[in-house]
């Protein structure tokens, strides 16, 4: 007879701090991989397309951006096929859910945001693949609450994904450390984030004959000057607004969040590895 053992609450979550809740095969690797090479093609196209080119200055935002949802579907399906579990997808809903009510709360008044801390530290603790996950949820069910349905929302759902993701890859720390050490990277994915959703619609939102503006034919380092004036006179505010909220949230929310979520992770045992011992036999016998 026989019957399972699972690892103890003190396995991989309290040596390493993470649970991988989602797992990536080397097949969703290699999707993700070719969805970030799209995604900076979509996210840098001013520089590689030049407006008017499929006939509309609006046409290929629009068309990165149908590209960018069917990039997203084929990524989560991928790593939804190689493994997440019920606990996961449970976990993965809640936070969701936190996510889409509290960004309201902010709502981008002066570039504050609060829906990043949350994805910074899940997807610490979580893992890459449920951070990526979590990204993308997350501001669709924002949008759908608050009506921020439009072409802009493949670009925030694909930045936050990105956003998400990276904290998984952060290296090891603990302790003040290691909240310091989210801190710092929520207060650059914030001027990132700024950074690349202003290039989604740069070169259609300024007068052609301002010094900033995007100027068809330029060389790439010129038009690049050009777009970080852009992003310093227009982004700035907002984008230093999002990366001190960021700071502040994780600096303060951080250790207990941080807690709390690894708790749930030693609880849920998302990926506990299952192992079958015999009974010994005279047992057996003596039971029979």
Partial sequence: MTGPVTAGASGPVARTGRASAIRIGPRAGVVIAMAAFLGLVAFFWPFLVAPGKFGSHYAPPLIFG??????????????AEGGINPKALAMLGVLSAVNAAIRPLGAGTAGIETVFFILVLAGRVYGPGFGFTLGCTSLF????????????????MFGCAFVG???????????R?????????GSLSGYLFGFLLNLSFWPFSLDPNSSIAYLPGLPFTEQFQRYLAFDLATSLGWDTG???????????????????????????????PVRFDRRDAGADGAGG
């Fill in 242 to 272: 999002r990366a001190v909220t960021n700071f502040v949230c994780v600096t303060l929310a951080g250790p207990a969040v941080l807690t709390v979520f690894r708790r749930a992770a030693r609880k849920a045992r998302f990926q506990a």
């Fill in 66 to 79: 149908v590209l960018l949802v069917i990039v997203l579907c084929v990524v989560i399906s991928e790593i």
């Fill in 165 to 175: 993701m990276l904290a998984g890859f952060l290296p090891r720390a603990t302790g």
């Fill in 177 to 185: 450390r290691e909240v310091l050490m989210l801190a710092v990277y």
């Fill in 141 to 156: 069910a924002s949008a759908l609450i608050t009506g921020g349905v439009g072409p802009w929302m493949p670009y925030q």
